[in-house]
């Protein structure tokens, strides 16, 4: 099928639209940098917080790492509360590109691996959320990407045929996932290398 016929766009959140890092709050807690990598690598480390986006609650994982590392407590309890914190900002060259979407009448959707808990605060902090027509959160559905069942599962809730679909994501697989179910896949690297990409698809 010709990628000329993709209609319909699908971002991820996390690292596409918003400049989401848990450096930004645990540099500030733990001013050691190698102590802070230590602590991002050994006590919340990316599977943990993966787990959250997967179904799980901050009250067991919060619980899970405090067994784990008792004397690093208050830093494990910081997490949540301050979680805004970790996302300064927007990608505002992302959302650029977004808005020229939205304006010429492209179907905005995101599918992201988020927490249930999370989501809702930072859905409300930024405007740019309202032009998506749907939006699957992985913590909500406890299925996560590259999962195929989850790509599956917005397409479907949403009406969205893979073939016409274009989904973009920071994780090369997580891209890789989409297009194993039909979906183009798009690795994001930076606002600039995303206009090129999707300008070749003829969306902008």
Same mark, same amino acid.
């Given at each position: 099928? #010709? #990628?000329?016929?993709?209609?319909?766009?699908?971002?991820?959140?996390? *690292?596409?639209?918003?400049?989401?890092?848990?450096? %930004?709050? %645990?540099? =500030?807690?733990?001013?050691?940098?190698? &102590? /802070?990598?230590?602590?991002?690598?050994?006590? /919340?480390?990316?599977?943990?917080?993966?787990?959250?986006? *997967?179904?799980? #609650?901050?009250?067991?994982?919060?619980?899970?790492?405090?067994?784990?590392?008792?004397? =690093?407590?208050?830093?494990? $309890?910081?997490?949540?509360?301050?979680?805004?914190?970790? @996302?300064?900002?927007?990608? +505002?060259?992302?959302?650029?590109?977004? &808005? $020229?979407?939205?304006?010429?009448?492209?179907?905005?959707?995101?599918?992201?691996?988020?927490?249930?808990?999370?989501?809702?605060?930072?859905? =409300?902090?930024?405007?740019?959320?309202?032009?998506?027509?749907?939006?699957?959160?992985?913590?909500?559905? !406890?299925?996560?990407?590259?999962?195929?069942? @989850?790509?599956?599962?917005? /397409?479907?809730? %949403?009406?969205? $045929?893979?073939?016409?679909?274009?989904?973009?994501?920071?994780?090369? =697989?997580?891209? &890789?996932?989409?297009?194993?179910?039909?979906?183009?896949?798009?690795?994001? !690297?930076?606002?600039? +290398?995303?206009? +090129?990409?999707?300008?070749?698809?003829?969306?902008?």
């Amino acid at each position: 099928m #010709s #990628s000329a016929r993709r209609s319909t766009v699908v971002f991820d959140l996390g *690292g596409v639209l918003l400049d989401w890092n848990p450096r %930004y709050l %645990y540099r =500030k807690l733990i001013p050691d940098e190698a &102590e /802070c990598e230590r602590f991002l690598a050994e006590v /919340c480390h990316p599977e943990w917080n993966i787990a959250q986006d *997967g179904g799980r #609650s901050f009250a067991d994982a919060k619980a899970e790492a405090i067994a784990r590392h008792p004397d =690093k407590a208050d830093l494990i $309890r910081a997490w949540l509360p301050r979680f805004a914190e970790m @996302i300064p900002q927007a990608v +505002q060259g992302t959302v650029d590109i977004l &808005e $020229r979407l939205h304006a010429s009448g492209v179907p905005l959707y995101a599918l992201t691996n988020f927490s249930r808990e999370t989501f809702p605060p930072t859905f =409300k902090r930024f405007a740019f959320f309202q032009r998506f027509r749907g939006i699957v959160v992985s913590g909500d559905e !406890r299925m996560l990407k590259p999962e195929a069942r @989850i790509y599956q599962l917005l /397409c479907s809730r %949403y009406g969205v $045929r893979p073939e016409d679909a274009v989904f973009i994501d920071d994780s090369p =697989k997580n891209a &890789e996932g989409a297009t194993a179910v039909g979906i183009h896949g798009i690795h994001f !690297r930076n606002p600039a +290398q995303l206009e +090129q990409e999707l300008r070749s698809l003829g969306f902008l």
